[in-house]
Structure formats: C-alpha cells, structure tokens
C-alpha cells in the first residue's frame, strides 16, 4: 500500500486497520486501509473486509450530513480497503486533559458541552459509534479546539435506545479508567447530551440500567 500512494506516512498500526497520513488532492489526508484477516475464507473475508470499509464511510458520511463534525470523506476504495478522509490538525481530548490549560474547570466544561452536544447529534440521526474512547474525540487546531468526533470503524446505525445508551456507557468507561477526577466533567457531557438528543432523557435512563448491570458484572468477576 505504501507503495502505491507517493509518500504516505504510518502514523498507526493498530490491529483492523493502518492509519496513513499523505498527500492528496494538493493537502494532506488521512489514508485509513482495513486489512483483510489470513484465518477467514478469502472470499467471506473480502466480503466482510469491504463491508465495514463502507459502513465506516457510510456513518461518516452520515453525520457530515447532519452538519455533525466528522473528518470529510474524500474517496472510498472498496478494493483496496481504503478510506481517504480529511486530515485534522489538532489533538485528542485525551491528550488535552493533561495540559494545564485541559485542567481547568473553564476549559473543561466548555469541551463537555461540545462532546455532549455532537453525540447528542449522532444519536438524533441514529449512528451508534461504538468505540467512544477520548482518543477518539479530537480537538481541531483550526477552530480553537472544536471537538471532532473520528474512527467510525465500529460504527453501525441502530435505532435502539440500549445501543446508544451502551454507547455512552463506553465512553464512561473511558473517562474513569484513563481521567481521574472528571466525574464532574462526564455528568456535564450527559446535560449536554441531554439538551440536544431527541429521546435522550429515554437514553439516560437506559445508561443507569447499562450501568447496573456493568457493576453486577465486575462484582461477579
Ligand atoms: N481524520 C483524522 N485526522 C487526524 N488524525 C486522525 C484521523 N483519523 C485518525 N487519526 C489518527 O490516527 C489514529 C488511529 O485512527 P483510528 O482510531 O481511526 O484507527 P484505529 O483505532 O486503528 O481503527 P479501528 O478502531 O477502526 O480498528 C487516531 O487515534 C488519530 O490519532
């Protein structure tokens, strides 16, 4: 792959997919390529290979649509296994809540109100990301730190109030494994949420049950 797209750049290699950063178009975008898994049926595995290269596309495409800020997608090569998208200058929320400045009470409830608000949005238009961690909430360097919400490589579409609540749950999770002391940050995220979802306060009750069960769950082991 590297090979075929002049000076792409490896900027992760994770498990499903490589992420490239190259030059496309006169700028610079992110080159997404999902690999195809040596254990499964080479033609099931195609299959299910270009089908979540198009499902990740698809919900991209899906919150760009409802003005949702999302990387642009610029192409899709079901062939290749290969999304190019927009590449954003910035940094993760994860990274920004350790600076001085991520800190602050001020700063902090400004992103989580964004954070709450845009997956409010997703969950209007029925997008589940299914991997809301906050490396996957970036802070656009172009818009003083506008958040964006990226890596829809888990996403799906479900109406479900369960799905979406458990949506939330992950990201819950996220924040109290990797931020301490952001408890007052998260509960500021769900008013936010709360605000702009159309059946949101459904989904908030829900995540009290997702969370129940959670609790039940690591006391039995
Ligand atoms: N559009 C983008 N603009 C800037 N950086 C990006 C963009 N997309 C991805 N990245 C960077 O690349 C990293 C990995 O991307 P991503 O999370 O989409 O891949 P992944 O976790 O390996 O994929 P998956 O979870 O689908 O297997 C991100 O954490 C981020 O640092």
Redesign the pocket.
């Known amino acids: 792959m590297t090979a075929m797209i002049h000076n792409a750049q490896l900027?992760?290699q994770?498990?499903?997919?490589?992420?490239y950063?190259a030059p496309f178009c006169q700028r610079q975008a992110?080159i997404?390529e999902?690999f195809t898994k040596a254990y499964r049926h080479p033609t099931l595995d195609k299959k299910l290979t270009s089908r979540r290269v198009v499902q990740?596309a698809r919900c991209l495409s899906r919150c760009q649509k409802a003005r949702i800020d999302t990387?642009t997608v610029y192409m899709v090569d079901t062939e290749n296994y290969l999304i190019y998208?927009?590449?954003?200058?910035?940094y993760?929320v994860r990274e920004y809540l350790v600076t001085p400045e991520g800190q602050s009470e001020e700063a902090q409830t400004k992103v989580a109100k964004e954070i709450g608000r845009a997956l409010g949005l997703m969950h209007n238009i029925d997008v589940v990301h299914g991997?809301l961690t906050t490396?996957?909430l970036?802070m656009r360097n172009e818009t003083g730190g506008s958040v964006?919400l990226?890596?829809?490589?888990?996403s799906y579409v479900s109406q479900l109030i369960e799905d979406k609540a458990v949506d939330l749950y992950v990201l819950e999770r996220a924040f109290s494994s990797t931020h301490p002391n952001t408890e007052v940050m998260f509960e500021q995220i769900l008013r936010a949420y709360g605000e702009s979802g159309k059946a949101s306060k459904q989904i908030l009750k829900k995540l009290e049950d997702v969370r129940m069960r959670g609790r039940k769950r690591s006391m039995l082991g």
């Open positions: 900027i992760k994770g498990a499903e997919a490589k992420v950063l992110i997404k999902r990740e990387p998208m927009e590449y954003i200058e910035g993760s991997d490396s996957n970036l964006v990226i890596d829809f490589g888990l």
